[in-house]
């Protein structure tokens, strides 16, 4: 059994994976929040002379390469270059807003994973906005957009809400962004995920950060993807959590060993006001 940050504030969960199974959502929102919030500017207008991705070719080619989606079949992905605006990222918002990054889109992509047994595929299409870094060409974080159609659950936290709450529930830190390329794609953490007993598949929205990473039980700094799983099967409730907490938790893997490290529902996003129980 995979450890936990904290026996107290994070509870894991493993299941069987369904397919077919549903989630009944018990909120609503309007429409998908925007996954990723910038400003487009033109490559020409910036100096890139000292940029390792000096346009969106590269940076799409660094994107299938860093995240393993190295078939050629499905849509073109798309690049721009833009100003980040807004960004969650705990720790790490504040160095990210207002830099240039390469926005790469790859558009319905499936998670096709290793260790997933032959009637077992992934049910959704997936459409991933990716931020590279374009002075040392490195993959930063990556969201899938949520499916059309389906009831929205509450929008994760912001920074400062998940900084603090990551600080309290387990000493979790975000130090910085590695200075190497991961040795474990994504879609390899992803395929740990399952191995090692959850069900990533599930999902309706995956999301991940290429961190340097520690905790109260890895106490020195190490390259992770920090993988956030939403709108999966329900895991148990904490008191004064938003109900829509329990369809979302976020998992640890080594972006070096591919070695699943632990997981849990926190950061989730705060209870609203509107919530009547």
């Known amino acids: 059994m995979k450890r936990t940050l904290s026996s107290?504030?994070?509870?894991?969960?493993?299941w069987?994976?369904?397919p077919g199974s549903g989630l009944q959502a018990t909120s609503m929102a309007e429409e998908s929040p925007p996954v990723v919030v910038g400003r487009k500017v033109e490559p020409d207008s910036v100096d890139r002379?000292?940029?390792?991705?000096?346009?969106?070719?590269?940076?799409?080619?660094?994107?299938?390469?860093?995240?393993?989606?190295?078939?050629?079949?499905?849509p073109l992905a798309t690049g721009e270059l833009l100003i980040l605006e807004?960004?969650?990222?705990?720790?790490l918002s504040k160095k990210l807003i207002g830099k240039p990054f390469w926005h790469v889109v790859l558009p319905n992509r499936?998670?096709?994973l290793p260790s997933s047994p032959?009637?077992?595929?992934?049910?959704?299409?997936?459409?991933?906005?990716?931020?590279l870094n374009p002075i040392d060409g490195r993959v930063i974080k990556l969201?899938?957009?949520?499916?059309?159609?389906v009831p929205q659950i509450d929008p994760e936290p912001d920074a400062a809400s998940a900084t603090e709450q990551l600080g309290r529930a387990g000493n979790e830190v975000y130090h910085g962004f590695p200075n190497e390329d991961p040795h474990v794609s994504f879609i390899d953490a992803?395929?740990?995920i399952q191995r090692g007993g959850d069900g990533p598949l599930t999902a309706k929205q995956v999301s991940a950060s290429y961190v340097m990473w520690s905790s109260v039980g890895y106490k020195t700094p190490r390259p992770v993807w920090a993988i956030t799983l939403r709108g999966v099967l329900p895991v148990m409730p904490r008191e004064g959590m938003s109900r829509e907490a329990i369809y979302q938790y976020r998992l640890i893997v080594d972006a070096k060993t591919g070695e699943y490290l632990c997981g849990g529902n926190t950061p989730h996003p705060v209870r609203r006001t509107t919530d009547g129980d």
């Open 49 to 74: 002379s000292s940029w390792k991705l000096k346009d969106a070719k590269g940076a799409i080619e660094k994107t299938k390469l860093v995240l393993g989606f190295t078939s050629a079949a499905g």
């Open 143 to 149: 969201k899938s957009r949520w499916p059309e159609g």
């Open 110 to 112: 499936k998670l096709e």
């Open 118 to 131: 032959e009637n077992y595929k992934d049910r959704y299409s997936r459409t991933f906005d990716v931020l």
């Open 190 to 192: 992803v395929d740990a």
């Open 16 to 18: 069987i994976p369904v």
């Open 8 to 14: 107290v504030a994070l509870v894991m969960v493993f």
């Open 86 to 91: 807004e960004d969650d990222t705990p720790y």
